[in-house]
């Protein structure tokens, strides 16, 4: 069973930094691709931005040049730093990974639950 947990969100002001993990655990030989994808209240889920394991990446237009997304092999973690957040940053950021993992089926794709992020003053 493969399952992901986010944290490090909470509340922080306009122009501060948050770094989210997303913590993939189960008997996973890989992350094949990844990404993050928010949610503001009223909102439809949006693409924050998408990686595969070959490096490339496709950021949001909203986001690029502030957040960056990167991967620890060791620990299956996968991390979004935010930089420079604005108030229209606010939302539940959901990570989601497609795995080669023992039992499943290659390339199959798992979500976590979600974790808000709230940028204000």
């Known amino acids: 069973q493969v399952q992901l947990v986010e944290s490090g969100g909470g509340l922080v002001q306009p122009g501060g930094s948050l770094r989210l993990a997303c913590a993939v655990s189960g008997s996973i030989f890989s992350i094949l691709a990844m990404g993050w994808h928010r949610q503001a209240p009223g909102k439809q889920r949006e693409l924050v931005v998408a990686a595969t394991s070959g490096g490339s990446t496709n950021y949001a237009d909203s986001v690029k040049g502030r957040f960056t997304i990167s991967k620890d092999n060791a620990t299956n973690t996968v991390y979004l730093q935010m930089n420079s957040l604005k108030p229209e940053d606010t939302a539940v950021y959901y990570c989601?990974?497609?795995?080669?993992?023992?039992?499943?089926?290659?390339?199959?794709?798992?979500w976590g639950k979600g974790i808000l992020v709230t940028v204000s003053s």
């Open positions: 989601n990974v497609k795995v080669e993992a023992m039992g499943v089926t290659y390339g199959m794709e798992y």
